[in-house]
Protein backbone atom coordinates (compact mmCIF):
# COMPACT_ATOMS: atom_id res chain seq x y z
CA UNK A 1 0.00 0.00 0.00
CA UNK A 2 1.14 3.41 -0.97
CA UNK A 3 -0.63 4.80 2.53
CA UNK A 4 1.42 6.80 4.47
CA UNK A 5 2.20 6.06 8.51
CA UNK A 6 3.14 9.55 10.69
CA UNK A 7 4.59 9.25 13.46
CA UNK A 8 3.79 10.42 16.12
CA UNK A 9 0.18 10.03 16.38
CA UNK A 10 -0.01 13.45 19.14
CA UNK A 11 2.68 15.63 19.93
CA UNK A 12 2.16 19.08 22.02
CA UNK A 13 5.26 21.20 21.84
CA UNK A 14 5.68 25.01 23.77
CA UNK A 15 5.15 27.84 21.31
CA UNK A 16 8.96 28.80 19.81
CA UNK A 17 9.92 25.03 20.33
CA UNK A 18 10.22 23.21 16.66
CA UNK A 19 8.19 20.43 15.74
CA UNK A 20 9.23 17.53 13.63
CA UNK A 21 6.29 14.75 11.95
CA UNK A 22 7.70 11.65 10.81
CA UNK A 23 6.44 9.46 7.34
CA UNK A 24 6.61 5.87 6.59
CA UNK A 25 5.73 4.27 3.50
CA UNK A 26 5.50 0.68 1.75
CA UNK A 27 6.25 1.63 -2.17
CA UNK A 28 7.86 3.63 -4.52
CA UNK A 29 6.83 7.42 -5.22
CA UNK A 30 6.31 10.04 -7.97
CA UNK A 31 6.07 13.09 -5.12
CA UNK A 32 5.06 12.79 -1.51
CA UNK A 33 2.77 15.76 -0.02
CA UNK A 34 2.18 17.20 3.41
CA UNK A 35 -1.43 18.94 4.29
CA UNK A 36 -2.66 20.37 7.23
CA UNK A 37 -6.46 20.18 8.71
CA UNK A 38 -7.07 22.27 11.41
CA UNK A 39 -9.98 20.79 13.54
CA UNK A 40 -13.78 20.22 11.52
CA UNK A 41 -11.95 21.54 8.44
CA UNK A 42 -10.88 20.38 5.02
CA UNK A 43 -6.85 20.07 4.43
CA UNK A 44 -4.81 22.64 3.55
CA UNK A 45 -1.49 21.59 0.88
CA UNK A 46 1.32 22.60 2.77
CA UNK A 47 4.53 21.58 0.27
CA UNK A 48 5.33 19.26 -2.41
CA UNK A 49 8.28 17.34 -2.68
CA UNK A 50 9.29 14.79 -5.81
CA UNK A 51 11.14 11.44 -5.72
CA UNK A 52 14.42 13.17 -7.16
CA UNK A 53 14.64 16.14 -4.39
CA UNK A 54 15.81 15.64 -1.12
CA UNK A 55 15.22 18.76 0.94
CA UNK A 56 12.61 21.49 0.57
CA UNK A 57 11.20 24.63 2.54
CA UNK A 58 8.42 26.54 2.29
CA UNK A 59 8.52 29.40 5.21
CA UNK A 60 8.80 28.14 8.29
CA UNK A 61 8.86 24.07 6.90
CA UNK A 62 11.29 22.38 5.83
CA UNK A 63 10.53 18.53 4.09
CA UNK A 64 13.43 16.24 3.83
CA UNK A 65 12.22 12.99 1.71
CA UNK A 66 14.63 9.24 2.02
CA UNK A 67 13.45 7.06 -0.95
CA UNK A 68 15.55 4.84 0.16
CA UNK A 69 14.48 3.97 3.76
CA UNK A 70 11.16 5.06 2.37
CA UNK A 71 10.05 8.16 5.17
CA UNK A 72 10.19 11.87 4.85
CA UNK A 73 10.14 14.06 7.82
CA UNK A 74 7.74 17.68 8.60
CA UNK A 75 9.96 20.01 10.76
CA UNK A 76 7.98 23.72 11.94
CA UNK A 77 10.68 25.75 13.16
CA UNK A 78 9.60 28.64 15.59
CA UNK A 79 5.65 26.78 16.26
CA UNK A 80 3.01 29.03 17.22
CA UNK A 81 -0.27 28.61 18.94
CA UNK A 82 -1.93 28.72 14.83
CA UNK A 83 0.11 25.73 14.05
CA UNK A 84 -1.89 23.83 15.79
CA UNK A 85 -3.64 20.65 13.70
CA UNK A 86 -3.47 17.76 12.55
CA UNK A 87 -0.68 17.04 9.75
CA UNK A 88 -0.89 14.56 6.92
CA UNK A 89 1.52 12.67 4.81
CA UNK A 90 0.29 11.47 1.27
CA UNK A 91 2.87 9.55 -0.47
CA UNK A 92 1.93 9.27 -4.60
CA UNK A 93 2.60 6.66 -6.94
CA UNK A 94 1.88 6.40 -10.55
CA UNK A 95 -1.46 6.08 -10.10
CA UNK A 96 -3.72 9.38 -9.60
CA UNK A 97 -4.58 8.39 -5.69
CA UNK A 98 -3.38 9.91 -2.51
CA UNK A 99 -3.29 7.59 0.14
CA UNK A 100 -3.41 9.72 4.09
CA UNK A 101 -2.60 8.19 6.85
CA UNK A 102 -4.29 8.99 10.43
CA UNK A 103 -2.00 11.89 11.23
CA UNK A 104 -0.24 13.71 13.44
CA UNK A 105 -2.23 15.71 15.84
CA UNK A 106 -0.06 18.97 16.71
CA UNK A 107 -0.81 21.08 19.87
CA UNK A 108 1.41 24.10 20.48
CA UNK A 109 0.66 25.44 23.88
CA UNK A 110 0.78 29.10 24.37
CA UNK B 1 -13.27 34.51 -5.74
CA UNK B 2 -11.54 30.90 -6.77
CA UNK B 3 -12.14 28.11 -4.80
CA UNK B 4 -14.03 24.86 -4.06
CA UNK B 5 -17.34 24.69 -1.84
CA UNK B 6 -19.30 22.02 -0.41
CA UNK B 7 -23.17 21.95 0.84
CA UNK B 8 -24.69 21.75 3.05
CA UNK B 9 -22.10 22.15 6.27
CA UNK B 10 -24.18 19.08 8.15
CA UNK B 11 -26.83 17.01 6.97
CA UNK B 12 -29.11 14.98 8.61
CA UNK B 13 -30.23 12.08 7.25
CA UNK B 14 -33.19 9.17 8.37
CA UNK B 15 -32.77 5.54 8.08
CA UNK B 16 -33.65 4.41 4.60
CA UNK B 17 -32.93 7.80 2.95
CA UNK B 18 -30.70 8.68 0.26
CA UNK B 19 -29.08 12.18 0.38
CA UNK B 20 -26.85 13.95 -2.03
CA UNK B 21 -23.90 16.35 -1.19
CA UNK B 22 -23.04 18.99 -3.76
CA UNK B 23 -19.20 19.47 -4.38
CA UNK B 24 -18.76 22.73 -6.68
CA UNK B 25 -15.39 24.40 -7.60
CA UNK B 26 -14.40 27.00 -10.14
CA UNK B 27 -10.52 26.34 -10.12
CA UNK B 28 -11.02 24.78 -14.23
CA UNK B 29 -9.34 21.53 -12.61
CA UNK B 30 -10.28 18.38 -14.38
CA UNK B 31 -9.65 15.90 -11.64
CA UNK B 32 -12.65 15.84 -8.50
CA UNK B 33 -12.28 13.61 -5.79
CA UNK B 34 -14.68 12.40 -2.48
CA UNK B 35 -13.49 11.42 0.55
CA UNK B 36 -14.29 10.12 3.91
CA UNK B 37 -12.91 10.68 7.45
CA UNK B 38 -14.09 9.20 10.30
CA UNK B 39 -12.71 10.45 13.77
CA UNK B 40 -9.06 10.40 13.98
CA UNK B 41 -8.69 8.36 10.99
CA UNK B 42 -7.19 9.58 8.06
CA UNK B 43 -9.13 10.34 4.33
CA UNK B 44 -10.45 7.35 2.73
CA UNK B 45 -10.68 7.59 -0.82
CA UNK B 46 -15.05 6.89 -2.15
CA UNK B 47 -14.68 8.13 -5.40
CA UNK B 48 -12.64 9.96 -8.07
CA UNK B 49 -12.67 12.11 -11.77
CA UNK B 50 -10.18 12.75 -13.69
CA UNK B 51 -12.47 14.30 -16.59
CA UNK B 52 -15.94 15.49 -17.33
CA UNK B 53 -18.54 12.05 -17.72
CA UNK B 54 -15.84 9.29 -16.29
CA UNK B 55 -15.38 8.52 -12.93
CA UNK B 56 -13.65 5.87 -10.63
CA UNK B 57 -14.37 4.08 -7.40
CA UNK B 58 -12.33 4.00 -4.66
CA UNK B 59 -11.60 2.36 -1.92
CA UNK B 60 -14.66 2.60 -0.51
CA UNK B 61 -17.23 2.92 -2.65
CA UNK B 62 -20.28 0.45 -1.74
CA UNK B 63 -22.93 2.70 -0.49
CA UNK B 64 -22.26 5.48 -2.60
CA UNK B 65 -22.99 6.69 -6.04
CA UNK B 66 -21.81 9.99 -8.17
CA UNK B 67 -22.07 11.74 -11.45
CA UNK B 68 -19.77 14.11 -13.35
CA UNK B 69 -22.02 16.03 -16.02
CA UNK B 70 -19.96 18.99 -15.29
CA UNK B 71 -16.62 20.24 -14.81
CA UNK B 72 -17.42 22.30 -12.31
CA UNK B 73 -19.53 19.63 -10.19
CA UNK B 74 -18.85 16.33 -8.78
CA UNK B 75 -22.21 15.61 -6.25
CA UNK B 76 -21.71 12.80 -4.22
CA UNK B 77 -25.25 10.26 -3.04
CA UNK B 78 -25.08 8.67 0.11
CA UNK B 79 -27.30 5.78 -0.80
CA UNK B 80 -29.98 3.83 1.93
CA UNK B 81 -27.41 0.99 1.04
CA UNK B 82 -24.69 2.61 3.15
CA UNK B 83 -25.31 1.40 6.74
CA UNK B 84 -22.51 3.65 8.31
CA UNK B 85 -23.13 6.98 7.01
CA UNK B 86 -22.35 9.15 9.72
CA UNK B 87 -18.56 10.89 8.96
CA UNK B 88 -17.33 14.02 7.56
CA UNK B 89 -17.08 14.18 3.77
CA UNK B 90 -14.63 15.98 2.25
CA UNK B 91 -14.64 16.85 -1.58
CA UNK B 92 -11.26 17.60 -3.46
CA UNK B 93 -10.03 18.93 -7.07
CA UNK B 94 -6.83 19.41 -9.00
CA UNK B 95 -5.02 19.40 -12.20
CA UNK B 96 -4.78 15.76 -13.97
CA UNK B 97 -1.78 13.84 -13.77
CA UNK B 98 0.86 12.59 -10.77
CA UNK B 99 2.21 16.11 -9.98
CA UNK B 100 -0.77 17.50 -8.92
CA UNK B 101 -2.19 18.51 -5.17
CA UNK B 102 -5.14 18.60 -4.38
CA UNK B 103 -7.41 21.75 -2.93
CA UNK B 104 -9.85 20.45 -0.62
CA UNK B 105 -13.28 21.85 0.50
CA UNK B 106 -15.20 22.87 3.94
CA UNK B 107 -16.34 19.29 4.20
CA UNK B 108 -20.24 18.15 4.63
CA UNK B 109 -20.81 16.28 7.78
CA UNK B 110 -23.41 13.90 7.52
CA UNK B 111 -25.58 12.58 10.83
CA UNK B 112 -28.19 9.84 11.25
CA UNK B 113 -31.39 10.47 12.62
Known amino acids: SQQGEEDPQALSIQEGENATMNCSYKTSINNLQWYRQNSGRGLVHLILIRSNEREKHSGRLRVTLDTSKKSSSLLITASRAADTASYFCAPRGSNYKLTFGKGTLLTVNP | DGGITQSPKYLFRKEGQNVTLSCEQNLNHDAMYWYRQDPGQGLRLIYY???????QKGDIAEGYSVSREKKESFPLTVTSAQKNPTAFYLC????????????FGPGTRLLVL
Open chain 2, 92 to 103: ASGLAGTQETQY
Open chain 2, 49 to 55: SQIVNDF
